[in-house]
């Protein structure tokens, strides 16, 4: 196996293709080269020859003026007449062709061939000088001696044959070169053609055998995630584009994995729920039977007394009708609790808090259970501190919670003493009440189920003491509502001490789960009865705000609502989004928590119906879940995005920017998803603006329908004509074209688009401001018709320009 | 006359059930836990057991199997009353042993039915 080295897939072709075309590049450089030379080594091997053919002719040439000048030799010496005028001219023109034919001779440049070109040069000007003499002087008789031409001739033939053998060995020499030079660079070029070849073929087979592996790898990993392996994760062995799909798969399948596990876990505490309430049911039937049989029982038994006319037991009847009585008591007692309980988990337990002196009340129930006391022989006793402060809380349930406790106490105790000690914690703020006993106690096995529903220590405690076994079950679950707890220590045989801490102020008011439907009615009445009597500890003068929560995990919502307590908001809450919107239509809150996965009506339902009603779509939203859906929220018209679980600190700071009673003002920005926009974003919150966005001209119209904007920045990506429309539209300059383009976004209630954009343009005061990344040309601004100072650079590196309009508005 | 052992802890209803049987002249002799039934079970051997299954000490699906455990009484007729009336219980109380199960509250004219049905078998 070759191991690459760590490139990107497209780093890796690139180089390919250059190496490729390098090589090419080279191979016709080397051909260019060679072929070059080889024309050169051409060009010298024609001159070679063609000087050789010269030689031939001026070899010929200098042979037949050697025969005329001889013949001419001759006949003056046979007495011939003198030359004619022509005669001598025709002489001396052959003579200068010749030496222009002499001349045109061209020598290759080597030192032997030059040099003997040079000497035969000089030896044909000798020649020629003798025989331009004897045409010259023929007729004067003045003619040089032959001989010495003769000798002349014979040196200039001589000389010339020797540049013909050198120019001939040149030639050679030339020849031998170019082969040489022609050999050397065809095989240059042929290896670098095969060298070519075989790097592009292995280019080629590696990037396709890379990348198929790793595709083949990404492949497996996606059958097996999709085959349900959530857990499994793809090998990441490339650093490249394949590696970055790799890790993404990873995530995505780290994601749904997450979601499925989410889900399970819904699943199990809905099928442990489930469980519970067949468990109840069934605890329930047999509890009522019980009784039920006693009733019916007794009574058959009195009516065929009546019916047979028997001699009547008088004491007998009274007794059996005391029994039915009890029963029928019993049983009261029992749908009593069944509905406590069931109020209490369905949420309708209402907490209504005031003022009240928890010691008179313990001392009120003392003197009330007193006589019952009294019959088991036990003794009372009440102790305290000094300092116990008045409760804020629920004095009905404390009144209860108590006489439970006590009554208990009585029971299964006798003979003994019963002790109630009240204590202040002022670090903590709580009231602390130990109420102990020196009964018969609890085996510890017991003791961790003491707070079950339907659980007594066993089934002969019903027997011998009485009770439904729901009433430690309430106890504890009217604490919790109190904001308190509950504790329980026992020995068998010794006694039982329970523990409960109330906080001296109750925090808001708490609904704890879902309510109905159909309730909806009465909860919005019982929500405005509750708020004309505020409950919370956050008092709405001090309160920064109201804050609804919208939630169906009623954990998540305790938490948030404890959250805002701490922060000092008044929080409101919804289990489901139906409600919710009753809720934020009533109540009118400053802001709306939403989350998003919610059963029946979901979350992005809701945000669009909060954003389409006009009594709600001013209330910010802020989306909560557990997947970044930010911009779609954004995008949607919620005001900011928290992702869950709920950071409290990015909370708080969320909610201090949208808070209409603490921000700055709405800023309405218009400009499509780019880095600038998150950044200007970032900007704008960070200063406390409330932010809305759009991206085209329908989204405008609605956020503006929305809520008035008190500042409006568009730009940073969008492109110039719609710019430039939608500046035409919040400046009221219409046209007809712009109109029936619009008239598709305006409100269909609305009487005319005309009038509903006059309107709009007319709601809108704010300073609108161009937002560009780059300085904008001179024509460009122009056209905005907008002041300079209206028209501002902003970008990661310039901020000024922003800072200094945020601090002017 | 036929003997009728009445297992239930419940004092109320085994008062009731006592004096309604005795009018209608069958012997009932009562216990109120697991351990006294097998107890009396052993002395008197009854003719039929009324069971309760909710008992203290010793439950009543325990003492069933204790019964059915035993070659004396392994075919003694047990009838299971119970506040119990899912339709499992009916087969946790027949997989005991119990011959027949009646829920509570009781319907009289059914239990001598059915008493009267295991005795004439």
Redesign the interface.
């Known amino acids: 196996m070759i191991s690459l080295p760590r490139l990107t897939l497209r780093l890796r072709l690139s180089i390919s293709i250059i190496a490729i075309v390098a090589l090419f590049t080279l191979t016709n450089l080397t051909y260019q080269l060679s072929s070059e030379n080889r024309n050169l080594r051409l060009d010298n091997l024609q001159n070679a020859v063609a000087s050789q053919l010269a030689t031939v002719t001026i070899r010929q040439l200098l042979e037949n003026q050697e025969k005329e000048i001889l013949v001419l030799d001759a006949l003056k010496d046979g007495g011939k007449e003198q030359l004619s005028k022509e005669e001598i001219q025709n002489g001396r023109s052959d003579l200068s062709s010749l030496q222009a034919e002499i001349r045109r001779l061209k020598p290759y440049v080597y030192a032997e061939t030059v040099d003997s070109y040079n000497t035969l040069l000089a030896g044909y000007d000798a020649l020629h000088d003798g025989w331009y003499r004897f045409y010259v002087g023929y007729n004067n008789n003045q003619t040089p001696s032959t001989i010495k031409i003769e000798r002349a001739f014979a040196n200039t033939m001589q000389l010339l044959s020797d540049f013909e053998s050198l120019e001939i060995l040149a030639a050679e020499q030339q020849t031998l070169d170019l082969q040489k030079t022609v050999r050397f660079t065809d095989r240059i070029t042929l290896t670098i053609y095969l060298f070519t070849i075989a790097l592009t073929v292995s280019l080629g087979y590696l990037l396709i055998r890379y990348t198929n592996r790793s595709l083949n790898e990404l492949n497996l990993g996606t059958v097996r995630i999709g085959g349900g392996d959530l857990k499994y994760h793809i090998p990441v062995n490339n650093d490249d584009e394949i590696g970055d799909l790799t890790i993404a798969f990873n995530e995505m399948s780290d994601k749904l994995s997450n979601a499925m596990a989410q889900v399970q876990q819904s699943k199990e505490k809905a099928d442990q729920a489930n469980r519970s309430k067949t468990n109840f049911l069934?605890n329930m039937?047999?509890?009522l039977?019980?009784p039920?049989?006693?009733?019916?029982?007794?009574s058959?038994?009195i009516i065929?007394d009546y019916r047979e006319e028997k001699a009547l037991d008088a004491e007998q009847a009274v007794e059996?009708l005391a029994?039915i009585l009890s029963?029928g008591r019993h049983l009261l007692q029992l749908i009593n609790d069944v509905l406590d309980l069931a109020k209490i988990e369905s949420g309708n337990m209402t907490v209504f808090n005031e003022t009240f002196d928890s010691v008179d009340i313990i001392e009120e129930l003392m003197s009330t259970m007193a006589p019952i006391a009294k019959k088991g022989d036990n003794l009372l006793v009440l102790e305290k501190s000094q300092d116990i402060p008045h409760l804020y809380n629920d004095a009905v349930k404390f009144r209860q919670l108590f006489l439970n406790l006590l009554s208990n106490a009585c029971k299964f105790t006798h003979n003994g003493k019963i002790t109630i000690l009240v204590t202040y914690n002022a670090k903590t703020r709580h009231a602390v009440y130990h109420v102990s006993d020196t009964g018969i106690g609890m085996t510890p096995s017991q003791l961790t189920r003491v707070f079950e529903a339907f659980v007594q220590a066993?089934?002969?405690t019903s027997?011998k003491y009485g009770g439904t076994g729901l009433g430690l079950s309430i106890c504890k679950q009217f604490v919790e509502l109190m904001d308190g707890s509950m504790d329980v220590t026992s020995a068998e045989g010794e006694g039982t001490t329970f523990t409960i801490l109330l906080p001296t102020r109750a925090p808001i008011q708490k609904r704890t789960d879902a309510i109905p439907a159909e309730n909806q009615q009465e909860l919005s009445l019982d929500l405005k009865a509750s708020s004309s009597s505020e409950t919370t500890s956050v008092s709405e003068e001090d309160a920064l705000g109201r804050v609804l929560v919208i939630d169906d995990d009623p954990e998540s919502r305790q938490l948030l609502l404890r959250h805002l307590e701490k922060e000092n908001y008044i929080g409101l809450e919804a289990s489901d989004a139906k409600q919710g919107i009753a809720i934020a239509n009533e109540q009118q809150p400053d802001l709306i928590l939403l989350d998003l996965m919610m059963p029946n009506i979901d979350g992005w339902t809701a945000l669009s119906v909060l954003k389409e009603s006009p009594s709600t779509r001013h209330i910010p939203v802020i989306l909560q879940s557990m997947l970044d859906e930010k911009n779609l929220g954004l995008d949607l018209g919620a005001a900011e995005f928290l992702p869950k679980p709920v950071d409290r600190q990015r909370m708080a700071t969320i909610l201090r920017h949208l808070n209409p009673q603490d921000r700055r003002g709405a800023a309405l920005l218009i400009a499509p998803e780019t880095e600038s926009r998150k950044l200007l974003l970032e900007e704008l919150t960070d200063e406390a603006w409330q932010c809305m966005v759009a991206t085209s001209m329908a989204q405008v119209i609605e956020r503006i329908q929305q809520k008035s904007p008190d500042i409006i920045f568009i730009g940073l990506g969008m492109p110039y004509d719609s710019v430039l429309e939608i500046l035409a539209m919040l400046n009221g300059k219409l046209n007809d074209g712009l109109n029936a383009k619009l008239s598709d976004n305006i409100d269909a209630s609305t009487d005319s688009t005309e009038d509903a954009l006059a309107s709009l343009a007319t709601a809108i005061t704010a300073p609108i401001y161009v937002v560009s990344e780059t300085p904008l040309g001179s024509s460009q601004s122009r056209r905005l018709d907008l002041p300079a100072d209206q028209i501002i650079l902003f970008n990661k590196d310039d901020k000024s320009n922003l800072e200094k309009i945020l601090n002017l508005s | 006359m036929t003997r009728i052992l009445l297992v239930e802890d419940n004092e109320m209803n085994r008062d009731m059930l006592t004096r309604r049987l005795e009018r209608k002249g069958f012997t009932i002799e009562a216990a109120g836990d697991g351990e006294e039934a097998l107890k009396k079970i052993a002395a008197s051997q009854p003719d039929l057991v009324l069971m309760d299954m909710n008992l203290p000490i010793l439950n009543g699906w325990a003492t069933c199997r204790e019964l059915r455990a035993n070659p004396a009484t392994e075919s003694l007729p047990i009838i299971a009353l119970t506040a119990h009336a899912m339709a499992e219980d009916e087969q946790k109380a027949r997989a005991a042993g119990c011959n027949d199960y009646t829920t509570k509250p009781i319907d009289f004219p059914l239990l001598l039915a059915k008493i009267d049905n295991l005795l004439t078998a």
């Not at chain 1, 039920?292 to 007794?298: D, K, P, Q, T």
């Open positions: 069934a039937s047999h509890e039977r019980t039920l049989n006693a009733i019916i029982g007794y058959e038994m065929e059996d029994r029963s066993d089934s002969s027997k």
